[in-house]
Structures are given as structure tokens and as C-alpha cells.
Antibody, heavy 120, light 108 residues
Framework: QVQLVESGGGLVKPGGSLRLSCAAS????????LSWIRQAPGKGLEWVSY????????YYADSVKGRFTISRDNAKNSLYLQINSLRAEDTAVYFC?????????????WGQGTPVTVSS | EIVLTQSPATLSLSPGERATLSCRAS??????LAWYQQKPGQPPRLLFY???NRATGTPARFSGSGSGTDFTLTISSLEPEDVAVYYC??????????FGGGTKVEIK
């Protein structure tokens, strides 16, 4: 079955950096689009970034543009999110998610999430 | 950016009652709307995609409808396990992909 397992979250000071990872299994990773979506404590869902199956198309939310970098390694079935210049408002659980080929932007499968806390 | 407005913010009903959740888009999104259910401490789970297509495992008491700017998620007979926050999300015009603010369903 499809599995997405995030890791790399933690406590970081404002201005710091983290690299989140998402290990995927149970589907053809190289044919799949992926996104990072986050959820601040007690708040709703916010889409963060998207990467196409080949990695040639990448999008970011305005709130993270210039600070976050999404990437993937199809040989390792892994998705990454490099997050720099962290701010308190980046505190959230970060989910990786994917969907059926052709249904771009719909998320049929989600990981359990990895928490990121930005605090001094 | 397409804004999705969900109402009501909270819905408190007795078991067996009908729950009607609304999602309104700031402009037409055709049928490119998904509904997700999120229980405490869990990731969201897809219920419907493209407005009315049932995702795998979605119980038959749930139904999705609508097109254009107005969409509805209906639970025909509320069960205790349906307590959750429900989000709508559009994929018609992006980036950005956008979510509604959520409707919390409680048991009275």
C-alpha cells in the first residue's frame, strides 16, 4: 500500500534551517506529483509547494517563496523540503502528499507529518 | 487566488441527523473540488475528488455535490466516528492550491 513517511522536523531558532524528507513506497514514485502542505497548531491546511514527476515544474506559496526549496530524488523514492530563514509563523506540522496521475492538485495519500517548531 | 469559504464553522448535531457542509468559491472552479476529513492527531483523508467522485473507503452515508462556485458535503445520518474537521480544496486555478477554513462537526 502507499506509504509516505516524513522526517527531519524539530525545534529550530528563528533564522535557522531544516531539511525535511519524505520517504515513499507502494507506488510508482517517478510517475507521481508531490506536494508539501502544512498545518499550524490549531489552524487549517496551507499548501506550501509542488513538484512534478520529473522535477521540471515547481511551484511555491508566496509565503515561502525564496526561503523554501522543494526537490526529489526518483532513484531514492524521496521528496525533500529545504527550509531556510525560518520564522515563528513557519511553526507547523508539515505533510507530504501525492495523488493519482492526472489528478494534479488532488491529494489521495498523505503522510503522518513531521512537526517544525521555530522558537528562541 | 481562489478563496474558498466554508460554512458553518462548527456544526453540532445528534447521531442520526443529517449534516450539510457548504464550500463556496470566490470564482468558478468547475468541478475541481476535493473534500477531506481530518480527525484529531491524524493527517487529512480524501473523501471526494472532483466534487462528487467518492474516494476509496468513503462510507456511503457521505455524498458530495456541486459545481461552479457552490459545493456541498452531506452526511445523511451522522455517526459518532464522523466527528472531525472537514476541509474543501480547489485545483481549478493554481498555484496556489487553496483550502477552505474548515467545518468542525461535533456530536451534540
Amino acid at each position: 500500500q502507499v506509504q509516505l513517511v516524513e522526517s527531519g522536523g524539530g525545534l529550530v531558532k528563528p533564522g535557522g534551517s531544516l531539511r525535511l524528507s519524505c520517504a515513499a513506497s507502494g507506488f510508482t514514485f517517478s510517475d507521481s506529483y508531490l506536494s508539501w502542505i502544512r498545518q499550524a497548531p490549531g489552524k487549517g491546511l496551507e499548501w506550501v509547494s509542488y513538484i512534478s514527476d520529473s522535477g521540471s515544474t515547481i511551484y511555491y506559496a508566496d509565503s515561502v517563496k525564496g526561503r523554501f526549496t522543494i526537490s526529489r530524488d526518483n532513484a531514492k523514492n524521496s521528496l525533500y523540503l529545504q527550509i531556510n530563514s525560518l520564522r515563528a509563523e513557519d511553526t507547523a506540522v508539515y505533510f507530504c502528499a501525492t495523488g493519482w496521475p492526472g489528478f494534479y492538485g488532488t491529494f489521495h495519500y498523505w503522510g503522518q507529518g513531521t512537526p517544525v517548531t521555530v522558537s528562541s | 487566488e481562489i478563496v474558498l469559504t466554508q460554512s458553518p464553522a462548527t456544526l453540532s448535531l445528534s447521531p442520526g441527523e443529517r449534516a450539510t457542509l457548504s464550500c463556496r468559491a470566490s470564482q468558478s472552479i468547475s468541478s475541481y473540488l476535493a473534500w477531506y476529513q481530518q480527525k484529531p492527531g491524524q493527517p487529512p483523508r480524501l473523501l471526494f475528488y472532483d466534487a462528487s467522485n467518492r474516494a476509496t473507503g468513503t462510507p456511503a452515508r457521505f455524498s458530495g455535490s456541486g459545481s461552479g462556485t457552490d459545493f456541498t458535503l452531506t452526511i445523511s445520518s451522522l455517526e459518532p466516528e464522523d466527528v472531525a474537521v472537514y476541509y474543501c480544496q480547489q485545483r481549478s486555478s493554481w498555484p496556489p492550491l487553496t483550502f477552505g477554513g474548515g467545518t468542525k462537526v461535533e456530536i451534540k
